[in-house]
Each structure stands twice: as structure tokens, then as C-alpha cells.
């Protein structure tokens, strides 16, 4: 099993910038990949930003690419997603993704993200 905590969002106006990030605990070395993803209301839940356990390939969604930097800090057992130039369309609510080898996919429980214009 694998636990995800999300912590990091916030209110702020476009333009800012903001980082989200993701403690990882449990049988972390069973992840085979992990991920950013968010949702808005009425909305299906859209990938943000993907990176590989072994490799470290990353991989964004257009809308994001340039202004977003995911990253994996194995010595804070972190996921961190930077976030630059926020927009209003990037208003949602972010959880954090791990795919495992063998045991499933686990999300945390959100983050809030709110970009004012």
C-alpha cells in the first residue's frame, strides 16, 4: 500500500507562482511511476504532469507545458509540482497519482487551487 498527502494550494492572483507537493509513505519502492492530476466540477479528472520511478521521464499536458515542473525528491519522499505563471483555467483541485508494479494506482485526497484574475 502506498499513502499521498497533498499539501500546497492556495489562493493566488495569475501570474504567481506556487508549488504543490506530495508526501509518499508506505511501500514506496512498488511505484512504478507518479503523478500530478486535477478536476473542476463537472469536469473528468485531466493528467497535469507524470514522471517515471527509474528513468525520471516526465511528461505534461500541453496546457501546462513551460510553466509547470514536476519533480521527485527521494530523500523528502516528496513529489513537488512548481508551478509558474498560474492562470485562472488552472483552477482546480490537485491530486497527487502513484502507479504501482503491482498493487494498483493510489491518489491522495486534493489539494485546492484557486488563481483569481
Known amino acids: 500500500q502506498v499513502q499521498l498527502v497533498e499539501s500546497g494550494g492556495a489562493l493566488v492572483q495569475a501570474g504567481d507562482s506556487l508549488e504543490l507537493s506530495c508526501s509518499v509513505s508506505?511501500?514506496?519502492?512498488?511505484?512504478?511511476?507518479m503523478g500530478w492530476y486535477r478536476q473542476v466540477p463537472g469536469k473528468q479528472r485531466e493528467l497535469v504532469a507524470t514522471?517515471?520511478?527509474?528513468?525520471?521521464?516526465?511528461d505534461y499536458a500541453d496546457s501546462v507545458k513551460g510553466r509547470f515542473a514536476i519533480r521527485r525528491d527521494y530523500a523528502r519522499n516528496m513529489l513537488d509540482l512548481k508551478m509558474n505563471n498560474l492562470k485562472p483555467e488552472d483552477t482546480a483541485v490537485y491530486y497527487c497519482?502513484?502507479?504501482?508494479?503491482?498493487?494498483?494506482?493510489?491518489w491522495g485526497q486534493g489539494t485546492q487551487v484557486t488563481v483569481s484574475s
Open positions: 508506505g511501500n514506496i519502492f512498488s511505484i512504478d511511476s
Open positions: 497519482n502513484a502507479r504501482t508494479v503491482s498493487s494498483g494506482t493510489y
Open positions: 514522471i517515471t520511478s527509474v528513468e525520471g521521464i516526465t
